[in-house]
């Protein structure tokens, strides 16, 4: 979704929009494409009376192939503390006209809209904790206005404000706010709020809401947040907290009780990258060790996992995955809201949790952190899916508002850098990035198709861009798979998609398929890359395959693509439009397999370079660039994973 102002218009060709919407290969000729239009449209292989039955209930656009939608489950508005302190007044009804491409108004003043046109599908999740309390505070007649922790709040005076701000962080991370905060008639309101906007915001067809949360868990500032988001509208009567318990395994049993009442809901963790190692701990928070009731019970409630948002990508380190040439992509090291740097990494990025995991299979008999992948942007503007690099407008409202306060431009007054310490400026604004989305593959924009696609995992996210990516695995894909019509048709019927278990079948090799299509207004794609983790002798491992190269380019020695020799003019931020694919697409085998090792396999996408927000900001002020800011990105998407099981 992130923009490239291009000179020319680049149309992309009928065959190549329909290959991963309608499952139809890249190159077919006109009248290849009308027959995979009319397979696309056809019932996927059910009875004839089932089939008869579930067209009565269709929506339009429906695909038994399953169609890409983008979105954000992430979303902060008014409801949430530290927004309403940021100055933002955007109620969940706003945030959802932007998601359906709006315009709403800024927390600094100006108007603010998407570039990428709507998103698909999108939930609020406004911190449970004090939920709609800072609001009310704001109001006279509220006995919480007259608390001392809140005076100062609201004033003109920054200082005044900050020194506010920070009782209010401190006593919630304390526990020690007053009673006052979590009256349930409070936050009754603001629940009510939320469930009324995704009710009437939610358009079967065109575009989906879901009620959601915020579980803000941070003990110690250690970061434990995760999102829980309900299948339709039968929900919690209130938000389950962290102010009842800061460990998560409560709150995973409170699910399964709304579960025995018919209560669907999902968990989905982010900013691993900000937990000093405790969001995928190899001990329990009780001290306990992790046995197989506890990965069942995790895996159970938390099938999905935020790999990449505005606060920093959790894929790997640079220090945990050091032959990953592409591992220092948008790396925060700090806490979150706090400048306490990161000791411990492992435990806090998903790579190294999915290698864990495997190994837990082995010793437990279940794998707790058997996790999907998506993208989101924890925005606390109200603004879904606000992750496009050129048009980057801050994350919090009105603290980092302006590209000087984030620390993209020099102080205002200065043309330059010169006697400014570049490092400093902005503070943590700069680690910040202008990411992600949510990606899932669903047979119809509907809140049981895509919340279906978030519990199988067919899921994938992105870094802004609008990428498609499809990852299947086989051991009976046809020989002529990629030149088919119907290539992800058969996909389906001889493999399984992202997400899913691989089983062994008598030592033979699995077949890979790997499908990316570029985001027509973001970046040209230069390779696709196959990660793999596995266990060899107790031992996890990794290892990172490229195995689609643009521009004709083939895999060397080095299991590299060679450079495509895609530039940036930082001058004009316009990117080479003439490097790089619009699709990628291989069938690949692993020259390593092992049948007897229980492993893992996900598609990893890179774009060519093009400018980060911070570059942008610096181009449109006329001033050189931060210096100790990176100039460029590679945007990517990630495909949730695929798991090799060995035969017992």
């Known amino acids: 979704m992130k923009m490239r102002r291009d000179l020319v218009r680049y149309v992309i060709p009928a065959a190549v929009v329909g290959v991963l919407v309608g499952g139809t290969a890249i190159g077919a000729q ?13 019932p996927a292989r059910p009875a004839p009376k ?32 530290d927004a309403y302190i940021f100055n933002v007044r955007k109620t969940p009804d706003d945030a959802y006209r932007f998601a359906k491409g709006e315009a709403i108004g800024h927390a600094a003043g100006f108007d603010i809209r998407l570039q990428g046109g709507p998103l698909d599908f999108a939930a609020v999740t406004d911190h449970s904790e004090f939920m709609g309390a800072i609001r009310e505070a704001n109001d006279p007649h509220s006995p919480l206005s007259k608390l001392p922790v809140t005076q100062g709040l609201f004033s003109t005076d920054p200082k005044e404000i900050n020194a506010a701000f920070t009782r209010v962080v401190t006593g919630f991370r304390n526990n020690s706010l007053p009673a006052e905060f979590s009256a349930p008639e409070v936050a009754s309101r603001a629940w009510r709020e939320v469930q009324e906007a995704a009710d ?5 067809g065109r575009f989906t809401t879901f009620v959601g949360y915020e579980f803000t868990s941070a003990p110690d500032g250690r970061n434990l947040h995760r999102n829980v988001i309900f299948k339709g509208a039968k929900v919690a009567h209130l938000p389950y907290t962290a102010n009842a318990s800061r460990d998560p395994e409560t709150l995973w049993r409170t699910m399964d009780g709304w579960r ?28 306990k060790p992790i046995d197989k009731t506890y990965a069942e019970l995790r895996a159970r409630n938390e099938p999905l996992v935020e790999i990449s948002q505005i606060k920093g990508t959790s894929e790997t380190h640079p220090s945990l995955s050091p032959n ?19 000791t411990k990494f492992a435990g806090g ?23 999907g992948f998506i993208g989101s942007s924890d925005t606390h503007n109200a603004a879904p899916g606000s992750v496009e690099e050129p048009n980057y407008f801050s994350k919090t409202g009105r603290p980092d508002s302006r590209p000087e306060l984030r620390g993209s431009t020099p102080p205002e007054g200065k043309k330059s850098w010169d006697g400014v310490d570049a490092a400093a400026a902005g503070g943590r ?4 990035g202008a990411s992600g989305l949510a990606g899932v593959w669903a047979e119809e924009n509907s809140r049981d198709a895509i919340y279906a696609a978030m519990r199988r995992k067919e899921t994938f996210a992105t870094s802004g861009p609008r990428i498609k990516v499809r990852f299947f695995a086989g051991y009976d894909f046809p020989a002529d798979l990629l030149t088919r019509t119907d290539t992800v048709r058969q996909a389906y019927a001889h493999g399984v998609p992202m997400g899913s278990d691989l089983l062994s079948a008598k030592g033979r090799t699995p077949r890979f398929l790997v499908w990316a299509v570029r985001d027509p207004r973001g970046g040209y794609l230069q390779r696709a890359q196959i990660v793999k983790g596995w266990i060899e002798n107790g031992q996890a491992k990794e290892k990172v395959f490229d195995v689609a190269c643009s521009d004709g380019l083939k895999v060397a020695a080095n299991g590299r693509c060679g450079d495509n ?61 931060n210096p100790k800011l990176q100039p460029t990105i590679m945007e990517r998407a990630w495909s949730s994973p695929i798991w090799f099981e060995p035969t017992a």
């Open 349 to 371: 990025y998903v790579r190294r949790a999915l290698e864990d995991g495997i190994i837990y299979r082995e010793q437990v008999g279940a794998n707790p952190f058997k996790m």
């Open 260 to 287: 025995g009442k018919g209560i669907e809901a999902l968990a989905i963790p982010h900013n691993s990258n900000g937990s000093d190692g405790i969001m995928f701990d190899t001990q329990r928070m009780n001290g």
């Open 565 to 625: 020799g895609a530039t940036v003019d930082l001058k004009t931020c316009e990117a080479d439009r003439f490097k790089g694919d619009v699709e990628l697409r291989t069938v690949w085998r692993d020259p390593e397999f092992n049948p007897r090792q229980r492993a893992f396999y996900y598609v990893r996408v890179l774009e060519n370079p093009s400018c980060r927000w911070s570059t942008w900001d610096a181009l449109r002020n006329g001033t050189p660039p």
């Open 324 to 342: 990953d040439e592409w591992a220092n992509f948008e790396i925060m090291e700090s806490y979150i809201g706090s400048p306490t740097k990161i």
């Open 50 to 81: 089932a089939a008869a039955a579930a067209s009565a209930t269709r929506l339009p656009g429906y695909n038994a192939d399953r169609n890409a939608y983008f979105g954000d489950l992430h979303v902060h508005t008014y409801l949430s503390f």
């Open 30 to 42: 006109v009248a290849q494409q009308k027959t995979a239009a009319s397979a696309a449209a056809a």
């Open 429 to 432: 604004y700069q680690a910040w």
């Open 200 to 204: 009437h915001n939610n358009a079967p």
